[in-house]
């Protein structure tokens, strides 16, 4: 027997203000780190503060985004499980995508617009790689499939969305018109996941095997516990940081001039 209806919000509507919410955090976090990244005064500074970027982004306001959304999906009267190989892969997808992507933008102080859009096109793609990654773990009795032109959608949602968000973070100077760009990030990140879902086309079968892996609930605790060691981390950096661009300039030394 063939059924194709299924439920993205059988836990209530109030979850997709949450998986919102937690999207908006992460991104604002995460950009507020790529910000002090762009003044870093050395290397290896630049590129701690873009590993907090990409772990605020990539793990939170991306995956753990997504992990929250799906509590929502249900197929009603049959299991949902999901494979943990896939589930950890899309996570760590997520969080290396990102960092690729923000190291692009964010590995120099003067802004270039090739290097918004390097940036904003590998971060909005991080957005899809990580859903699609974590879509590939869902275990249903029955076939996903998934319509091309809303596949699309949702890739020129993301892109579009993170390199706005992107711009934000080096346009304006008010720490309020910053918090804008981690808000543009969420819509970024939470349009693309449901525009995503709204594009798979899932067929039931309940002549189909039960799906095998693990029910969502069974790792739900760890999951938030490493969300907020995630946060924990660059809140308490970013608080402690000066305020970019107060950083004293290191003078250059000057050059001596060798007596023969």
Not at 14 to 38: N, P
Not at 74 to 91: D, E, H, K, Q
Not at 95 to 101: D, K, L, S, W
Not at 189 to 214: F, K, Q, R
Request: hydrophobic share 55%.
């Amino acid at each position: 027997m063939d059924m194709n209806h299924v439920q993205h919000f059988a836990m209530g509507d109030w979850l997709l203000v949450l998986a919102y919410l937690t999207s908006a955090v992460g991104c604002t976090l995460g950009l507020a780190c790529t910000l002090q990244a762009r003044y870093a005064t050395d290397a290896r500074t630049r590129l701690g503060w873009l590993g907090l970027a990409s772990l605020s982004l990539g793990g939170v306001g991306i995956w753990v985004m997504h992990f929250i959304a799906m509590l929502g999906f249900a197929t009603p009267g049959m299991p949902v499980r999901y494979n943990i190989l896939w589930t950890v892969l899309s996570a760590i997808m997520a969080v290396v995508a990102v960092f690729c992507g923000l190291l692009v933008f964010g590995v120099r102080a003067k802004f270039a617009w090739w290097r918004l859009v390097a940036g904003g096109v590998i971060t909005g793609g991080a957005v899809n790689l990580m859903h699609y990654t974590g879509m590939r773990a869902l275990e249903i009795k029955g076939t996903i499939g998934y319509n091309p032109w809303l596949v699309l959608l949702s890739v020129v949602i993301a892109v579009v969305a993170a390199t706005a968000a992107l711009w934000f973070t080096v346009a304006v100077d008010k720490p309020l018109h910053r918090l804008a760009a981690g808000v543009v990030a969420g819509v970024a990140v939470t349009g693309m996941h449901y525009t995503g879902m709204a594009a798979m086309e899932v067929h039931l079968d309940l002549s189909a095997p039960d799906p095998s892996g693990v029910e969502v609930f069974s790792f739900l605790f760890p999951v938030f516990v490493l969300a907020a060691l995630a946060l924990a981390v660059p809140i308490c950096a970013v608080l402690m940081a000066p305020a970019p661009g107060s950083r004293p300039e290191t003078p250059a030394p000057r050059p001596t001039v060798s007596q023969v």
